[in-house]
């Protein structure tokens, strides 16, 4: 298992902006998360203006002069909004545009038409995962969960063994799979190698929502059976429109980033020359910014006009999909500045001192921090950025393959349990008329499934690439 050399990194460290020994910078962070969790849980407070607080209170604890950490703070922001900012709102409006052109639909109902019987959880965990690729977890819950529904009510199917499924496809692709805010902020933060980590995403992917999905939905059917709440079965988007684009032009659309993403990947290990021309078009064509752009200008035509968007209505759909992320990017954003202070303050030399003299596995310790931060915060966003920050150094010796793996494992232990201080855990509860108890039994335990299958595939993987 790759472990880093301290000599090697510390002609590169940053001059910390604290002298504080490990005993009292770990005291420090223990603080700092503290008082994030207790704004977030006991105050409310919006996830953003948590971390801003907690980032300002880790600094003080930590000895370092007010002026110095507000510099860390707002420089951590700056360039994480910077790295990912753009590729949030891209991906926004190319899920926008997929919802309300009728083509998520599409997708659903041409493959719930091929699905019978034993088949349809293996169905609903393909549609969430398609689907789930360019929209956010919290929209592809509310565009899947109407269809989740109908299907159970229709065929007469139990709810959890539709619905588990739809929601591992959906949490396995908003943890582990660019082009979503946590991944690319993980990458951004270790310097990754996007198409590498976005190809071995997907081979650990398939087989943790086979796990965590079909098969632990038998589990879960049995041990919580509820009826459908028809109350929650809402109007579909296609609904409202008189035609919508085709099976294979919205999946080719939906695809579209991932496939030039993958090709870049492909390029650099066949060619492996920057001086190619080859290599030199793909690295543009598969620029985590020009796939996604080129996706969304090539959803305006594929999904846009054969709904019969006109030019003003496309422009609507666009602006309503800027809208809501607004939270997202303040949360990512802020999430990065308390990761920079994190650094700012050598908290990451201590991780690396901890890491060599506790012989623990970089990979595993990656894990272990973001499921801590998970349990802590109840944001797997936060989980990511947090625990990026804290484990970047980590990779500084690290190879290609296995930086991409630190991400992957950060990613999955972000998942880890999700409770009662998730949005996600209330979300699924009411939309399914499930109690507390319940949602722990089903919800919660397949969070943890998805954490500790990831986690250990990223681990095996570790040792044959």
Known sequence: MTRLSVEM?????????????????????????????????????HAFLALTVGSLALG???GAPLDKAITSFTAGLG?????VGVLIALGAILGKLLADSGGADQIVDTILGKARGRAMP??????????????????????????????????????MRIGIPALAGLSVMHGLIPPHPGPLVAIDAVKANLGVTLALGVVVAIPTVIIAGPLFSKLAARWVDVPVPERMIATRPSEELDRRPGFGV????????????????LVDIVVDDPAHTVQRVFDVIGSPLIALLAAVLVGMFTLGRPAGFTRGRLAETVEKGLGPIAGI????????????TLIDSG??????????????????LAWLIA??????????????????GLVAPLAADMSTTHTALLVLAIGAGSLFLSHVNDAGFWLVKEYFGLSVGQNLKTWSVMECVISVVAGALVLLLSLVV
């Open 347 to 364: 908290v990451g030399q201590m991780i690396l001192d901890i890491s060599r003299d506790w012989s623990i596995p970089a990979l595993l």
């Open 79 to 83: 360039s994480t909004v910077a790295g």
């Open 122 to 159: 293996w169905a609903m965990v393909l549609i969430a995962s398609v689907i789930g690729l360019p929209l956010f977890f919290e929209v592809g819950i509310v565009l899947l969960i109407p269809v989740v529904l109908m299907v159970a009510k229709r065929g007469n199917y139990s709810l």
């Open 371 to 388: 499921v801590a931060i998970r349990l802590a915060t109840g944001s797997a966003t936060v989980a990511t950025v947090s625990a990026a």
């Open 60 to 62: 003080a604890f930590a």
């Open 9 to 45: 990194l510390a002609a590169d460290a940053v001059e910390p902006i604290t002298s504080a020994g490990h005993a009292h910078l770990g005291i420090a962070v223990l603080a700092g998360i503290a008082v994030i969790v207790l704004l977030i849980t006991k105050f409310k407070l």
């Open 329 to 340: 990017l303040l949360i990512v954003g802020a999430g990065g500045g308390f990761k920079q």
């Open 250 to 265: 919205t999946l080719a659309t939906v695809l579209l980033p991932v496939v030039l993403m993958l090709s870049k990947a």
